[in-house]
């Protein structure tokens, strides 16, 4: 069994709401994403609505607008990348997609590469990458999706994660609903 269930229990949400109060910190920085040309808009390309509709790793399919941003170019090509991979879509048969920059700040992010916060919480990165895309395929949540969902309903605003596509990569994971006022996720240069 997963770990990360074993946070979602009653004695399990007393200790991941009293850690996530604890630990959370400010991130600002940039994220990066590729998005097809009909999501290229400065307001789709930061609304979070695709994860919403089809679920992410910590996203219900039906949950909350969620934005994932990978924090370094590299990362985000990656991501992508392993997509066209999963599905077999050749290199000539690649859609255009638009990598663009997201400046990002938040007042409540929870460091999940940081192993102090892992180790609170009982957790490993092999927990936190397990595929959550068999649990959709047999409408099950998926544990990170329920971390996820948890999190959202504590207020967090963003989640910074190892990539799982990208062994030194991380990812920016935004709750685009619990943005604070002094909060952003802003596509820059939109216009170029």
């Not at 920085?29 to 040309?37: C, I, M, V």
């Not at 895309?133 to 544990?143: D, F, I, M, S, V």
Request: hydrophobic share 45%; charged share 20%; glycine share 6%.
């Amino acid at each position: 069994m997963n770990p990360i269930l074993n946070l979602l229990t009653p004695e399990g949400l007393a200790l991941l709401e009293t850690t996530c109060l604890r630990q959370a910190v400010d991130w600002q920085g940039a994220g990066f994403r590729f998005a097809s040309r009909a999501f290229a808009s400065d307001v789709h390309f930061v609304d979070g609505r695709g994860a919403s509709l089809h679920g992410g790793r910590y996203t219900p399919k039906g949950g909350p607008a969620t934005l994932y941003l990978a924090v370094d170019p590299v990362t985000a090509v990656e991501e992508v990348m392993y997509y066209h991979r999963r599905f077999n879509v050749s290199l000539t048969e690649f859609k255009p997609k638009l990598l663009a920059s997201v400046a990002v700040s938040v007042g409540t992010c929870l460091d999940f590469t940081n192993a102090e916060l892992c180790s609170a919480l009982s957790l490993s990165a092999a927990d936190l990458l397990e595929e959550w895309e068999p649990y959709l395929n047999r409408n099950e949540l998926a544990p990170t999706q329920a971390l996820g969902r948890q999190l959202f309903e504590f207020g967090i605003e963003a989640l910074l994660v190892p990539s799982a596509r990208h062994d030194q990569g991380e990812n920016i994971v935004v709750f685009i609903d619990n943005l604070a006022s002094t909060s952003h996720a802003i596509m820059l240069n939109p216009d170029a």
